[in-house]
């Protein structure tokens, strides 16, 4: 009697990128890969289906795209590279016409669905895993579709793979996202909503395979300027539709973000402002000026956006003279004009009276610059629009503004704030635990704003004679 010999493959750690390679053999029913462009998201997933294929008893993959049509140049071409390019095909029949393919060591197969196609269902008998790739052209009754179609009694546990960018109006974002509300998605494991699931960012940047600057500029070539392909293929982040509707028109993040972080300039002033609000944080920002032959640049530095129990204006100047304390010649404070009346319950003292006794030995005669009043807001946005476009300008200098990619919270202000009907549209929000109802966004712009507006009086005030 012929005795069958036992074929042993040697995949090595190599062979997957870093990244990823935790996942190959986890036991998880949902597996989500997110990230930028060219971080392997799904490569790693052609891979897992081969070795699958070939290492495991019973596996029936069934692989899936809204058109059917779309599968032969995408998922069915990935398999082949990954089958060519590993020297495996005399394991493997691969069926030109129906797309199937089928290990000869042990009958495992992979077959593909279009969900355009539904009777092609009835010849899926017992699947174990389903793969989709290009998530987001599917809707969440496709999802729940697939869901359906795993259903087997061979295995004790199917598995649903999905490969997707993040864009702004994926159903999945809401359905698997704990955190839905922020638009940075952290690299790495992410935290989901659904039981028995796993969502991991990659980043092209880590993909050894990839030189990350000359691909990054690729990319940024690619988008020509686009807002929401530089958010999505550069940043991995979830994207972000433009309405024709946004307050800050002009802001782009390929002009006005800098690639990386903006160091302090020793001898110049620190400029710091602020927006006196409590929740969902208390907000300054600290910058610079930098004045040169060519230009007038405002570079916002660092942002401080202090969650309770720290929402206090005390708290953020702490934080600001700990980061700058040693190197501060010259300060200089802007703010929410409002911040001058009294705080209820405390008398006279207003918020100004904490930014002056938290940096009271930083200040000079002229350290002060608070306005009388808040400007109109609608012409505070109309001139702030006109600086972002480079038309503003200071004695003959183009006046430039440039952020430090550590600013979340204001970057997401000067993309997601919209024109609202008496100006900024500021969305409530009702924390269900406490009760407490305030705005989302708006408070770390608000504070820029009077930045802007208190440094560039005179040009502001020529705008609106």
Same mark, same amino acid.
């Given at each position: 009697?012929?005795?069958?010999?036992?074929?042993?493959?040697?995949?090595?750690?190599?062979?997957?990128?870093?990244?990823?390679?935790?996942?190959?053999?986890?036991?998880?029913? *949902?597996?989500?890969?997110?990230?930028?462009?060219?971080?392997?998201?799904?490569?790693?997933?052609?891979?897992?289906?081969?070795?699958?294929?070939?290492?495991?008893?019973? #596996?029936?993959?069934?692989?899936?795209?809204?058109?059917?049509? +779309?599968?032969?140049?995408?998922?069915?071409?990935?398999?082949?590279?990954?089958?060519?390019?590993?020297?495996?095909?005399?394991?493997?029949?691969?069926?030109?016409?129906? =797309?199937?393919?089928?290990?000869?060591?042990? !009958?495992?197969?992979?077959?593909?669905?279009?969900?355009?196609?539904?009777?092609?269902?009835?010849? *899926?008998?017992?699947?174990?895993?389903?793969?989709?790739?290009?998530?987001?052209?599917?809707?969440?009754?496709?999802?729940? &579709?697939?869901?359906?179609?795993?259903?087997?009694?061979?295995?004790?546990?199917?598995?649903?793979? !999905?490969?997707?960018?993040?864009?702004?109006? #994926? @159903?999945?974002?809401? &359905?698997?996202?704990?955190?839905?509300?922020?638009?940075?998605?952290?690299?790495?494991?992410?935290? +989901?909503?659904?039981?028995?699931?796993? $969502?991991?960012?990659? %980043?092209?940047?880590?993909?050894?395979?990839? %030189?990350?600057?000359?691909?990054?500029?690729?990319?940024?070539?690619?988008?020509?300027?686009?807002?929401?392909?530089?958010?999505? @293929? $550069?940043?991995?982040? @979830?994207?972000?539709?433009?309405?024709?509707?946004?307050?800050?028109?002009?802001?782009?993040?390929?002009?006005?973000?800098?690639?990386?972080?903006?160091?302090?300039?020793?001898?110049?002033?620190?400029?710091?402002?602020?927006?006196?609000?409590?929740?969902?944080?208390?907000?300054?920002?600290?910058?610079?000026?930098?004045?040169?032959?060519?230009?007038?640049?405002?570079?916002?530095?660092?942002?401080?956006?202090?969650?309770?129990?720290? /929402?206090?204006?005390?708290?953020?100047?702490?934080?600001?003279?700990? %980061?700058?304390?040693?190197?501060?010649?010259?300060?200089?404070?802007?703010? %929410?004009?409002?911040?001058?009346?009294?705080?209820?319950?405390?008398? /006279?003292?207003?918020?100004?009276?904490?930014?002056?006794?938290?940096?009271?030995?930083?200040? /000079?005669?002229?350290?002060?610059?608070?306005?009388?009043?808040?400007?109109?807001? =609608?012409?505070?946005?109309?001139?702030?629009?006109?600086?972002?476009?480079?038309?503003?300008?200071?004695?003959?200098?183009?006046?430039?503004?440039? *952020?430090?990619?550590?600013?979340?919270?204001?970057?997401?202000?000067?993309?997601?704030?919209?024109?609202?009907?008496? !100006?900024?549209?500021?969305?409530? #929000?009702?924390?269900?635990?406490?009760?407490?109802?305030?705005?989302?966004?708006? &408070?770390?712009?608000?504070?820029?704003?009077?930045?802007?507006?208190?440094?560039?009086?005179?040009?502001?005030?020529?705008? /609106?004679?």
């Amino acid at each position: 009697m012929e005795t069958k010999k036992k074929i042993k493959f040697n995949f090595t750690p190599e062979k997957f990128l870093p990244d990823f390679r935790f996942l190959l053999f986890i036991n998880v029913a *949902i597996q989500l890969l997110t990230g930028n462009r060219g971080s392997g998201k799904s490569v790693f997933f052609y891979q897992k289906a081969i070795v699958f294929a070939l290492t495991k008893r019973y #596996f029936r993959l069934v692989y899936s795209r809204k058109v059917a049509d +779309t599968l032969r140049g995408s998922t069915f071409q990935g398999f082949k590279d990954v089958i060519a390019e590993w020297k495996l095909e005399k394991y493997f029949t691969v069926y030109e016409g129906s =797309m199937r393919i089928v290990c000869k060591v042990n !009958g495992n197969i992979l077959m593909p669905y279009g969900l355009d196609k539904p009777e092609k269902l009835k010849g *899926i008998k017992d699947p174990t895993h389903v793969f989709v790739d290009e998530m987001t052209e599917i809707s969440f009754a496709d999802f729940a &579709h697939l869901q359906g179609v795993l259903r087997t009694s061979k295995i004790k546990q199917t598995e649903f793979w !999905g490969a997707f960018n993040p864009e702004y109006d #994926f @159903w999945g974002r809401d &359905h698997f996202f704990l955190d839905n509300e922020n638009d940075e998605i952290p690299f790495g494991s992410v935290p +989901t909503k659904t039981e028995n699931t796993i $969502i991991f960012k990659g %980043d092209f940047r880590r993909n050894p395979y990839i %030189d990350p600057i000359a691909y990054e500029a690729k990319l940024r070539e690619l988008a020509a300027g686009n807002e929401n392909y530089l958010t999505v @293929w $550069i940043d991995g982040n @979830w994207g972000q539709p433009e309405t024709g509707n946004e307050f800050y028109t002009n802001f782009k993040k390929v002009y006005h973000i800098a690639t990386k972080p903006l160091p302090y300039l020793n001898g110049k002033a620190l400029h710091t402002t602020f927006d006196f609000n409590v929740h969902p944080y208390m907000t300054a920002l600290a910058a610079q000026v930098n004045i040169t032959d060519s230009e007038f640049q405002i570079r916002i530095l660092r942002e401080y956006c202090l969650p309770d129990p720290f /929402n206090t204006t005390e708290a953020c100047c702490n934080k600001i003279s700990e %980061d700058y304390g040693d190197r501060i010649v010259d300060l200089f404070y802007y703010g %929410d004009a409002s911040g001058k009346n009294g705080i209820a319950g405390k008398g /006279n003292k207003s918020a100004f009276d904490d930014v002056v006794f938290g940096f009271k030995k930083y200040l /000079n005669e002229d350290s002060r610059r608070v306005m009388k009043s808040n400007p109109p807001l =609608m012409k505070r946005r109309d001139f702030i629009n006109r600086l972002l476009a480079g038309k503003v300008t200071w004695n003959g200098l183009e006046v430039t503004l440039i *952020i430090d990619p550590s600013c979340k919270e204001l970057i997401k202000d000067l993309v997601k704030i919209k024109v609202g009907p008496d !100006g900024k549209l500021k969305k409530k #929000f009702t924390d269900k635990k406490t009760g407490i109802s305030y705005e989302l966004l708006g &408070h770390t712009s608000d504070a820029l704003d009077y930045l802007i507006i208190r440094l560039l009086y005179e040009e502001f005030k020529k705008q /609106n004679d």
